[in-house]
């Protein structure tokens, strides 16, 4: 990698800056001062700007607890963004690994490797996303039975021209629900309780495939997956 490329990456510097700051003498590697931008460096290279050691960021991979009144974007608006809770260099990176409307909370991933990105939210995966319902309107034993078996078969939604795929219904009480889903169509389980005459009014992601939302983290708080997390996809 090119030094200048090198110094863009670790630091806030833009290719000119870098430049600049290599004119100035402020930059060396392995102890020596160098000028030359094109200065080729690898990751055994000791490279240091003012004294200060420089290390690439590498890839990240991050579970966040996503509190009400965030939006799953990484571009500024008018509201609070996942980013703006995270601590990280170059945070702007990250993506976000299957978004939540802005008033639902849990899980949300956030990586700045595409291709495990992709991995998740690739249509063709049908991965699994676990969510918590609260509902306006109280399911009898009946109406729970009737609402099981409608969602296991799929249901058409508005505007959409096919049923959605096979969905695990879990009645907790008689408002609570925990619903399996196995694709992300546009605000889908808030559209599936609508189909059936309900209103969601509150809803919780609890897990994306194999990884669940760690009880510790409270909303707003994240942590760094673990490797057994990461290789679940």
């Known amino acids: 990698m090119r030094l200048d ?3 863009c990456e670790t630091t806030e510097l833009t290719r ?3 430049k600049k700051a290599m004119h100035r003498e402020e930059v060396s590697v392995d102890g020596e001062v160098v ?3 094109g200065t080729q460096v690898d990751a055994h290279s000791h490279v240091e700007w003012q004294g200060r050691a420089l290390k690439l960021v590498g890839l990240r991979y991050l579970m966040l607890h996503k509190p009400v009144g965030v939006e799953c974007t990484t571009q500024g608006g008018r509201y609070p963004i996942v980013t703006d809770l995270v601590d990280l260099p170059k945070k702007e990176r990250l993506q976000v690994v299957g978004r939540l409307d802005m008033d639902t909370t849990g899980l949300v991933l956030l990586t700045d490797d595409g291709q495990w990105s992709h991995r998740i939210t690739s249509p063709r995966r049908h991965c699994a996303k676990v969510y918590r319902a609260t509902l306006a309107d109280p399911l009898s034993c009946m109406a729970a039975e009737r609402a099981v078996a409608t969602f296991a078969e799929g249901i058409e939604l508005d505007g959409e021209d096919k049923p959605t795929l096979p969905s695990e219904l879990e009645l907790l009480t008689a408002h609570e629900v ?4 196995y694709e ?5 389980v808030k559209r599936m309780f609508a189909a059936i005459g309900n209103h969601v009014e509150s809803l919780h992601r609890e897990s ?3 990884i669940v939302l760690d009880p510790t983290l409270a909303p707003g ?3 760094e ?7 679940a996809f």
């Not at 992300?184 to 889908?188: A, D, P, R, T, W």
């Not at 997956?225 to 290789?231: M, N, R």
């Open 221 to 223: 708080e994240w942590r």
């Open 16 to 18: 000119s800056l870098a």
């Open 208 to 210: 994306i495939g194999g």
């Open 184 to 188: 992300g169509k546009y605000h889908q």
């Open 35 to 37: 000028k030359n931008p």
């Open 5 to 7: 490329k090198f110094l």
């Open 225 to 231: 997956l673990s490797e057994d997390e990461i290789a």
């Open 178 to 181: 925990r619903l399996t889903i």
